[in-house]
């Protein structure tokens, strides 16, 4: 049960508001925008949770707008383990600690 994954997908598109401003004219998707999504595909899996801390995130490589991010969610008991690939290649992991870690599927 706690070491079932989950495997998800995103892009984000190259109209997205944020990216103009975060490095103009080469964008590159802002982190915290990166983390939102994957609070995002957490919330698919874990619909009752709520997210209260960020245990640990390590950003490892850079996202462009509508690139395919392929997310896989680790459940663990205090919360999820993820880790986010671009082609195969880890661009960004981290644990996110949870309320209601219980309602594990």
Do not use: C
Not at 2 to 31: K, Q, T, W, Y
């Amino acid at each position: 049960m706690v070491d079932s994954i989950h495997s998800r997908e995103f892009s984000v598109p190259a109209a997205h508001p944020s990216l103009p401003g975060h490095f103009p004219g080469n964008p590159i998707v802002p982190g915290a925008l990166l983390l939102d999504y994957i609070r995002l595909l957490i919330l698919e899996v874990r619909p009752k949770s709520r997210i209260t801390s960020v245990r640990w995130v390590k950003f490892s490589g850079m996202v462009l707008p509508e690139q395919r991010v392929v997310v896989e969610l680790h459940p663990r008991r205090e919360g999820i383990a993820f880790t986010g690939r671009v082609g195969g290649v880890v661009v960004l992991s981290g644990v996110l600690v949870l309320v209601g870690a219980e309602d594990i599927p």
